[in-house]
């Protein structure tokens, strides 16, 4: 047997673990920010059949430029997109992967606002490409100031925007958005993974406007797809031109194709709950605020609140009673995915149960 030192790995890999978020069979899980909510029975037999049919041609390639799925993209987001504005990968991390490659690399910097979602630096690090972050304000939002300046300051070739932005579920609005595209030259990535459980319009709206702005999107939150594995983007064709010449030749399985395809179908069973999930994560900050936790204000399905005097142990004491919740963000908080109205009511009695110490608070 080797180890990992025995190898000729990458330089600056070294001492690097695999990154995630812990998998464990729990009762109730609410740490990666999924829908709750498994596809119907008609709508599981129905991607059955479609992978059934996709099978007969498993001898062969799939479409590399997935176009039937794309055009289906294209007109689920609307905003009179053709899917030459749209590629799509294997979740948006694949997409990230995509534009980091293309429009980053050695010698070359992306710019993010922490705290955010923790894959950026992965992307960042697996594309040699330098990874530069900028706090957010106090409360966690972003002006235009804030990011130009910033981008004045580091010249990324990539600026990334989460909004809703995870962990903490604060969001940037268009004006802001239109402002930074004005006033930068970089490729503005907005991540819109879970823009469907906003309130606030969409950065589509700007992108007749703006040629490098790209917005990012996910089947996996909102459409209830995680295990699908579909991720997608709408930009102008020349920045799908650049992602087809990064992406792995066949990058998306014909069975992801066709089982995406039927998903996008049954759009309005599968976002049915978009609303309740927003409404469960408001209710429950509402509850948090009821019991003197600082809770962040989040236009997502999830939830970042505190501040934990020991927030590990908080974690650990939930996962005791059988809820796993998420470690992340800044000190002293956890954060909370919506979960069904059962699951919620356990996350509920387990917090009073434990009746945690917060900062500050003498135990
Ligand atoms: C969950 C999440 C994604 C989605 O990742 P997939 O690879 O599509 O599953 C993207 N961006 C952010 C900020 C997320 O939280």
Redesign the pocket.
């Known amino acids: 047997m080797i180890t990992l030192e025995d190898l000729p790995l990458r330089a600056d890999l070294v001492g690097a673990e695999p990154y995630g978020a812990p998998q464990l069979v729990v009762p109730v899980v609410l740490n ?2 999924e829908n709750p909510y498994p596809p119907s029975e008609a709508v599981r037999r129905e991607m059955a059949d479609a992978v059934v049919n996709a099978a007969a041609g498993l001898n062969r390639y799939p479409d590399r430029e997935a176009l039937e799925l794309r055009r289906d993209l294209a007109s689920y987001l609307g905003h009179g997109l053709s899917h030459e504005s749209i590629w799509a990968a294997n ?4 997409i990230m992967s995509h534009l980091l490659t293309a429009f980053g690399g050695p010698g070359r910097r992306v710019l993010a606002f922490t705290p955010t ?1 923790s ?1 950026y630096p992965e992307y960042a690090r697996n594309t040699c490409t330098g990874y530069v972050t900028v706090p957010r304000n106090p409360d966690f939002t972003l002006d235009a100031d804030l990011i130009c300046g910033a981008a004045e300051e580091h010249d990324p070739t990539v600026v990334l925007i ?1 909004t809703p ?2 962990p903490t579920g604060t969001i940037v609005g268009n004006d802001v958005i239109d402002e930074v595209c004005s006033r930068t030259d970089a490729i503005v990535v907005v ?1 819109e ?2 823009q469907e459980f906003a309130r606030t319009p969409s950065a589509l709206e700007l992108m007749s406007k703006h040629p490098r702005l790209v917005v ?1 999107r ?4 909102a459409f209830a797809l ?1 295990g699908g ?3 997608y983007l709408a930009a102008q064709p020349a920045v799908v031109d650049a992602c087809r010449i990064v992406r792995l030749p066949y990058h998306l399985s014909a069975q992801t194709q066709a089982v995406a395809r039927v998903a996008l179908r049954h759009k309005d069973e599968l976002l049915a709950r978009v609303h309740q999930l927003a409404a469960e994560s408001r209710t429950f900050e509402q509850w948090l605020r009821s019991r003197g936790y600082a809770v962040v204000q989040s236009e997502a399905n999830f939830t970042l609140f505190g501040r934990f005097e020991d927030r590990h142990d908080v974690w650990q004491q939930l996962l005791d009673r059988g809820v796993l919740i998420r470690e992340t963000g800044p000190d002293g908080f956890l954060r909370a995915s919506a979960g069904t109205p059962p699951e919620m009511a356990t996350l509920r009695d387990a917090l009073d149960d434990i009746s945690p110490t917060f900062q500050g608070e003498t135990a």
């Open positions: 990666v920010n979740g948006s991390n694949e979602y894959m989460a932005n995870n991540d993974a879970y990012s996910t089947m996996s939150k995680a594995r579909v991720g």
